[in-house]
């Protein structure tokens, strides 16, 4: 039996170490880049995409220490994502994480550059053999696809150009899972696969982690728009009521609170259920799924 | 013999055809993500890195077939920061190509994403396998880590950095240098080592491709410079005299347009020299890094 709580405080702090070390090989010059990089990154997120790397990789048999570096890689995507999102053009947001966003902090020219550098340097580290020793660079290459593939225009950047277009608009429950499995659900589908692929999983592992990560993707941001309403902006350190003042699609805004968190429960069983070939190893993925979903009670 | 103005047209049609076939591949969906990024694309550039690319990989007896993608790819990211720094946050320009910049055509906010993920796309076209099929994986691995390491803060984006917090401070020569170096000189090497290490080039081959490139790379931004206070933006395709009016720190700024002059055909020189032990092989990068220095005439 493992303790979900110990398990990710301990992947958190492995990973957070990680990344302040990764953070020290950048140069220092100019220092607005690399302070406003390392302002948003170690600005005290949940760590949730490195651990599901890395909890992926264990339940394929891998190892963490293997794949650091994607793990550390991908919460730089997800950190440029939000210093992006958040800028005045897009959705003017002034708190994240419980500080100021990175425009506000430093300039919004700066976190243009800071972001851009966050999504390089994340490139830059998942395509250093070096990081990875006991990788096959076969391996390394197809993990580095895979992310590539799922944060681009047919993933995270597609759903967040989707969101904006049709802010405002209103729209259908179609619509909004497009957005919600493009936004949010590729970036988790990325973050599972790149475990596996790294810890070389077979085929039919690969398809389970993906069915997995597809349902808990989702659910992950149908519970996201339901704080979003009900969650407190101080535990949550993000403003909060924001979708509805932004004329956000959401499911709570389309289809109410309860059948919201009844659809949310329902894609995580079906996630949960998907892990059954992994045995006893799928118990640290079927604990994040629950975790996810407790989040919104 | 080569005529290199029929080399820089065959290339750059071959180069054009390639990156049409690679948006065909992109979602079409949302429309204005894949118009933003095909129209900031195909906005009709020289296609100078691509050509380098092309050229390097020939030198050192690769085949242009082979290296397309990388070609392709550094045309993309150079496409993603002209984008980005045409925004109103930071250069604040109307007019790029001839064109309309990507956020007056289009949106700011889609103007941001198109840039995202054009960078994006860049790196999943690099670690696409399956369009290189003649290149090992290793070296499409070292190459694309030489791209990000040259296009991220140690690179493009430090340099440009650089440039916003010295803009109307004022500066010295190696603070401009630094500037130049890093914001357009990276990408130029970037694009001649790809080309090599595509191509299997030996360390002596590489150290030779190098400092040919980081010459001519601070060459062609000095011409970039004196072109912007002399220069017709009906030819250039973009407003001129905008350095002195953003008061940018230039080397005709500094230094008078005489000596720049003089300090980039210096470049150019010690570039050409650098290409000795290509023998014959090395007379197209001679002829392109005589062009970069005619422009300026």
Redesign the interface.
């Given at each position: 039996m493992i303790n979900i709580k110990d398990y990710f405080n301990a992947n958190r702090e492995a990973v957070n170490i990680y990344i302040e070390g990764l953070l020290k090989n950048?140069?220092q010059?100019?220092n607005?880049?690399?302070d406003s990089?390392s302002y948003s990154l170690m600005a005290g997120g949940k760590r949730l995409r490195p651990i599901l790397v890395i909890a992926s990789a264990e339940t394929v048999g891998g190892v963490r220490e293997n794949v650091l570096p994607f793990a550390a890689a991908i919460e730089m995507i997800h950190t440029?994502t939000l210093i992006?999102d958040d800028?005045p053009?897009?959705d003017d947001d002034e708190l994240r994480r419980g500080k100021p966003t990175c425009h506000k902090e430093f300039?919004?020219?700066?976190a243009?550059?800071a972001?851009?550098?966050l999504?390089?340097?994340a490139?830059?580290v998942m395509?250093?053999?070096s990081l990875m020793p006991n990788c096959s660079?076969?391996n390394?290459?197809?993990a580095?696809?895979e992310v590539?593939?799922r944060?681009?225009?047919?993933g995270t950047?597609?759903g967040?150009?989707?969101d904006?277009?049709y802010e405002g608009v209103g729209g259908t429950i179609p619509l909004l899972e497009y957005i919600h499995t493009h936004k949010t659900g590729e970036m988790i589908l990325a973050s599972v696969l790149a475990g596996g692929i790294l810890s070389g999983a077979t085929d039919e592992e690969l398809a389970a982690l993906s069915a997995y990560a597809k349902n808990i993707g989702l659910a992950f941001q149908i519970v996201d728009d339901i704080l979003d309403v009900e969650g407190d902006s101080k535990v949550m350190g993000k403003n909060t009521g924001i979708d509805a003042k932004n004329n956000k699609l959401t499911y709570p805004g389309l289809l109410g609170i309860a059948e919201s968190r009844h659809i949310a429960s329902h894609l995580i069983d079906t996630g949960i259920k998907s892990l059954a070939i992994f045995g006893e190893r799928g118990e640290v993925l079927k604990d994040t799924a629950e975790y996810i979903i407790a989040r919104s009670f």
């Open positions: 950048i140069d010059y100019p607005d880049l690399h990089m440029y992006h800028l053009a897009i300039s919004e020219a700066t243009i550059l972001g851009d550098a999504l390089t340097y490139f830059e395509s250093n053999l660079p076969d390394v290459i197809k580095l696809n590539a593939k944060v681009g225009v047919s950047i597609g967040q150009m989707a904006i277009l």
